[in-house]
Nanobody, 120 residues
Framework: QVQLVESGGGLVQPGGSLRLSCAASGYIFSMNAMGWYRQAPGKQRELVARDRSGSSTNYADSVKGRFTISRDNAKNTVYLQMNSLKPEDTAVYYC??????????????WGQGTQVTVSS
């Protein structure tokens, strides 16, 4: 089976930076889209960024120009570089990966979540 493990969350002051990592392990034939969601207390889960492979990326309007998603296919890892952080970025961040164990329809797997808190 496939396991996604996240790291890199923590407490940072407004204007600071954090880099989140999400590493997938297990038998992976191919990885398609990878990305990040976040959920703040009392709010709906929000898609933050996605990488559909082939260098196709998308971002939520609220993070454009500040966040950058990237991936290392050799390591089966996706990253989220977060700069110029704001208090409203505070949330639990969840990574996902669409994985094919063998050629066919991919299934979505989720990380355990990592807390990001932006506060002075």
């Amino acid at each position: 089976q496939v396991q996604l493990v996240e790291s890199g969350g923590g407490l940072v002051q407004p204007g600071g930076s954090l880099r989140l990592s999400c590493a997938a392990s297990g038998y992976i034939f191919s990885m398609n889209a990878m990305g990040w969601y976040r959920q703040a207390p009392g709010k709906q889960r929000e898609l933050v960024a996605r990488d559909r492979s082939g260098s196709s990326t998308n971002y939520a309007d609220s993070v454009k120009g500040r966040f950058t998603i990237s991936r290392d296919n050799a390591k089966n890892t996706v990253y989220l570089q977060m700069n110029s952080l704001k208090p409203e970025d505070t949330a639990v961040y969840y990574c996902y990966a669409d994985v094919s164990v063998r050629s066919g329809i991919p299934l979505r797997y989720w990380g355990q979540g990592t807390q990001v808190t932006v506060s002075s």
